[in-house]
Nanobody, 121 residues
C-alpha cells in the first residue's frame, strides 16, 4: 500500500505565494509520475500539474507561469510552488501518484486526502 500526505495549504491573500508538499510512503518500489489536482465546490476536478520520474512537467494553462512542480525522487516527495495566487485558485489540492509496490506489480494510482488552499481577494 502507498500513502500520500499533503501539507502546506492555508490562507493567503491574492498575489501571495504558497508551497505545497506531498510525501509518498509505504510499500513503494517505484513511482512513474506524481501529479497535483485541485477541486473546488461545484467544480470538476482539474489536473493542475504533473511531473514524471524523469523530470518532464506539464501544467494547466490557468497556472502556467505562476506554479512550478518539482520532486525529490530520493524522498518520494513532490512539491507545488504557487506564486501570484488568485482567488480562483481556491480549492482542495490533491496529490496523486502512479506507483507500483513490487517489481512484479503493475502501476496503480494513489490519492492523498488533500490540503485546502484559500486565496482571499
Amino acid at each position: 500500500q502507498v500513502q500520500l500526505v499533503e501539507s502546506g495549504g492555508g490562507l493567503v491573500q491574492a498575489g501571495g505565494s504558497l508551497r505545497l508538499s506531498c510525501a509518498a510512503s509505504g510499500s513503494i518500489f517505484s513511482i512513474a509520475a506524481m501529479d497535483w489536482y485541485r477541486q473546488a465546490p461545484g467544480k470538476q476536478r482539474e489536473l493542475v500539474a504533473t511531473i514524471t520520474n524523469g523530470g518532464s512537467t506539464n501544467y494547466a494553462d490557468s497556472v502556467k507561469g505562476r506554479f512550478t512542480i518539482s520532486r525529490d525522487n530520493a524522498k518520494n516527495t513532490v512539491y507545488l510552488q504557487m506564486n501570484s495566487l488568485k482567488p480562483e485558485d481556491t480549492a482542495v489540492y490533491i496529490c496523486n501518484a502512479e506507483a507500483r509496490t513490487t517489481i512484479r506489480s503493475g502501476f496503480y494510482v494513489y490519492w492523498g486526502q488533500g490540503t485546502q488552499v484559500t486565496v482571499s481577494s
